[in-house]
């Protein structure tokens, strides 16, 4: 591993694991301890537990104890979905996806990016002025696509179509808004290194291996999460596939590392790098 001492935010790694934790709280001590693997000092972990409270991003469940609040939960649900995610892609029929998000303002820098993460979890990219296109290739189509945003929490008239019968300089346009060879790469690049990480996991002290695995995991599934789901030809689907299967066995590898590094949580929790956004 070569990330610097401070690799990742209190903020993001609280919040990664409350959202694996999966309903059950956390402590600030386990917060503490994990944090420490990471550099993180306790003053800035009990800081951050009090920002995310006062956020509503965190409700107190006791005393010294810690759950997902109202603020966070919509986007811990999108983010959890990622082992499953390939299960909503259908044959593409070359129909396209459309949102339109030209009627909203971009004054309100926090809406703004919102919209904008929201949009890219659902693998959308802008084709012109505001107007957003992915493959028609996800099961529920437009419906699904239009409840995604909404649970997202974007304003429920943002309009939300399906279109067909692009010309082709049109066709040839939307295409070319995602480098699919770029992807493929990607996915063989990430793949590589987390065989290569679990070939040599069993010789690492368990601190080291709790922290290096937080930050390949963190990393890899961050690269699932944003997905496109692209189908064919616009990416090779057997290679994202054999991709996401290698992230799920280090994910459960990560887990058991967790296990016996924090062993008051449950299992869920101790994949503390199962959810890699914040």
């Known amino acids: 591993m070569t990330r610097s001492a ?19 709280p956390l402590t600030a001590a386990d917060a503490v301890r994990a944090c420490g693997v990471l ?3 306790e003053n800035s972990v009990r800081v951050t537990l009090a920002r995310l409270s006062a956020q509503g991003l965190l409700a107190s469940s006791a005393r010294g104890a810690y759950e997902l ?32 998000t030209a009627s909203m303002g971009r004054s309100d820098r926090t809406a703004l990016r919102q919209r904008e993460r929201a949009l ?17 290739n996800l099961a529920g189509g437009a419906s699904a696509i239009r409840e995604r945003l909404r649970q997202l929490d974007l304003p429920a008239e943002i309009p939300v179509f399906a279109a067909m019968d692009f010309d082709p300089a049109l066709e040839a346009r939307a295409r070319a808004l995602w480098d699919g060879k770029a992807l493929d790469a990607a996915y063989a690049r990430t793949q590589r290194a987390l065989k290569a990480w679990l070939a040599r996991a069993h010789e690492l002290p368990l601190e080291v291996a709790a922290r290096e695995c937080y930050l390949l995991g963190d990393d890899a599934i961050r690269q699932l999460v944003y997905d496109p789901l692209l189908p064919e030809p616009l990416v090779d689907t057997a290679q994202r596939h054999a991709f996401t299967q290698t992230v799920v066995a280090f994910e459960d590898a990560g887990r058991q590392i967790w296990r016996e590094f924090l062993p008051g949580l449950r299992s869920e929790t101790c994949g503390a790098h199962t959810l890699a956004l914040a």
């Open 69 to 100: 609040g109202p603020g966070a939960r919509h986007i811990a649900q999108a983010l959890a979905s990622w082992r499953h995610a390939e299960d909503q892609v259908r044959p593409w029929a070359g129909n396209w996806i459309m949102v339109s």
């Open 6 to 24: 401070s690799p990742t935010s209190p903020r993001k790694l609280i919040l990664n694991l409350m959202r694996a934790a999966e309903g059950v």
């Open 120 to 136: 890219a979890l659902l693998g959308l990219r802008d084709l012109e002025g505001g107007l957003h296109v992915r493959p028609d």
């Open 39 to 41: 550099g993180i000092r």
